[in-house]
């Protein structure tokens, strides 16, 4: 811009901490360029102040001209900022460390990309040239999975215990509802150097997989506050003394209704609680407890109800409480898988009573032991293996086998059927308040499914020392802490959705719209800059919902 001094430009200062536009004429005085002042441009964000120096250059975009502006390359931006500043409202970067240090920073960005991009952690840092989440959280340079991984992972796994205090007396309180609840997650190659990765029982019915048992703690309504990784065989009661005692002590949490899973609250457990004070428990019975009752005349099979709910307790131990439930579609469920293996199992021993070919009496027990035991369907089945009377001075026998009629019947009248049980208080917890907060595990299900397979994938695992899948599972937790509060301020968006077919939005789909929202270097007339996105007016509603401004 010409002007009766000299030329009219404005000059970009970004030594600063928020970038200065000096307005100046440059001019020629006695062979030397002179310089004069008229005034200053603050408030400026620094592709605005970009675009205000092509203007004083009268650099405008021509119509007929597309390659004056170009967009030189797009980076994700708008998940990874949402939720860094979620976290931040939260303050979970002060409850990782108290003082802000590299590692922090690098933790941050592993649980935000989590939530968006899950995989490895080598393939989180080779998406530094796709996403601006790296430079969010203050690494500019190309990341290093070894530095900004895996050495941020071991310092995390050192503060997990303080982590988890702290979540625990933000999010627990004496005499509040603990859910707790355990989990498998299977392994694929070989962990022989591995005390945590070993065979068990596999609730993901993965046979023949070697996995390793996670146990979450969450609050009443689903939020996580504390996880631990046992070794792959551990069993679900043995973890529940170390669990309670730990939120009692560490977290120093006096009075507490610890809430667990059929198999938890067992009698052998209750047993080596019953000197911890200030503890009551909900749990629910195994099969083989309710069928006690059954012959101890405790309870009888008419006073399970699909519309009331009876509670009754033992005269032996009057504190111990039992709720007795009936739902109809479990058993609907029930009965029909009752049946489907019944008829493999039936067509299985039609076959071995038919083998023509001459054997012991030994290997055709063990065939029929075999199947029974493929199918747990034994205790229903009569059978037999007799000498074939035909071939009596043979080694032929034969497989003599009927179902017992009775036995499925009585077994029927149990499906569906479920006793919760509770030494809590009826002052406290009326019936019905004791089968609600049972039925809350709901909430730490649900937390599986997302760290399993919905949202975070915690497996496939990637790392062979235990010490590193630890922390890959509390790293995962932290992301999901996230995720949870930010389904709280998404309520309003899940609740107005459709149903069905007709439903629009998913935590997922959320992530993928916000996804969309992009940091854009451009290209005018020579100079470059960067330039966010516009969001859409759908990303505005979204952004409002999780109380970020962008």
Avoid at 136 to 144: A, H, K, T, V
Avoid at 196 to 202: C, D, E, S
Wanted: proline share 3%; net charge positive.
């Amino acid at each position: 811009m010409q002007t009766a001094n000299g030329n009219l430009h404005l000059e970009i200062q970004t030594t600063r901490k928020s970038p200065v536009g000096i307005l100046r004429t440059s001019f020629r005085e006695n062979g030397k360029m002179m310089h004069t002042q008229h005034g200053r441009i603050t408030g400026c964000s620094p592709q605005q102040l970009k675009l205000l120096q092509l203007a004083f250059r009268e650099r405008v975009v021509p119509v007929d001209d597309p390659q004056a502006f170009r967009i030189l390359n797009s980076r994700e931006y708008g998940a990874s900022y949402a939720i860094l500043t979620i976290a931040k409202q939260l303050g979970l970067h002060r409850i990782l460390y108290s003082r802000s240090e590299p590692w922090v920073s690098s933790a941050l960005a592993m649980i935000v990309g989590r939530l968006v991009y899950a995989g490895s952690k080598l393939a989180l840092c080779n998406h530094h040239p796709n996403t601006c989440l790296w430079e969010l959280c203050g690494i500019d340079e190309s990341p290093d999975v070894d530095v900004h991984c895996y050495a941020p992972m071991d310092r995390l796994l050192q503060r997990q215990a303080a982590i988890q205090t702290t979540l625990a007396r933000r999010h627990l309180t004496s005499g509040h509802l603990v859910l707790y609840d355990i989990t498998s997650v299977y392994f694929e190659g070989e962990y022989n150097d591995s005390e945590l990765v070993r065979f068990g029982y596999n609730r993901d019915r993965k046979k023949g997989r070697e996995q390793i048992v996670v146990g979450l703690i969450c609050n009443a309504q689903g939020c996580p506050v504390g996880v631990e990784v046992y070794a792959g065989n551990t069993k679900d009661e043995t973890t529940v003394v170390d669990k309670v005692h730990e939120i009692k002590a560490r977290y120093g949490i006096e009075k507490i209704i610890f809430v667990g899973d059929r198999g938890m609250v067992t009698r052998s457990t209750i047993e080596a609680l019953k000197d911890e004070q200030d503890l009551q428990t909900i749990g629910a019975l195994t099969h083989g407890e309710m069928m006690t009752l059954l012959k101890d005349k405790v309870i009888t099979l008419d006073l399970f109800d699909e519309r009331d709910i009876h509670e009754v307790s033992d005269p032996a131990d009057p504190t111990r409480r039992y709720c007795l439930c009936r739902n109809p579609q479990s058993a609907q469920r029930e009965s029909q898988t009752r049946q489907r293996l019944l008829d493999l199992t039936t067509t299985a021993l039609a076959d071995i009573a038919a083998y023509k070919r001459a054997t012991t009496a030994e290997k055709l027990g063990a065939r029929v032991g075999k199947l029974l035991a493929k199918y747990k369907m034994g205790k229903f089945i009569q059978w037999s293996i007799q000498a074939d009377p035909q071939q009596a001075t043979s080694r032929r026998h034969r497989l003599a086998w009927s179902i017992d009629a009775d036995k499925v019947e009585r077994e029927k009248r149990f499906d569906g059927c479920y006793i919760i049980t509770s030494d809590v208080d009826k002052d406290l917890m009326q019936t019905l308040d004791v089968v609600r907060a049972y039925k809350s595990l709901t909430f730490v299900e649900r937390a599986f499914r997302n760290l399993k397979t919905v949202q975070l994938e915690i497996r496939p695992v990637y790392h062979k020392n235990d010490e590193r899948i630890r922390s890959h599972v509390f790293l995962c937790m932290l992301a999901y802490y996230l995720q949870w509060h930010m389904e709280q301020r998404l309520a309003p968006l899940f609740s107005s959705d459709g149903k069905g077919q007709d439903r629009r939005w998913t935590f997922r789909g959320v992530i993928d719209c916000l996804v969309q929202i992009t940091r854009n270097r451009v290209a005018v007339n020579g100079a470059e800059f960067d330039q966010n996105s516009t969001p859409t007016p759908e990303q505005e509603h979204l952004l409002e919902l999780l109380q970020v401004t962008m």
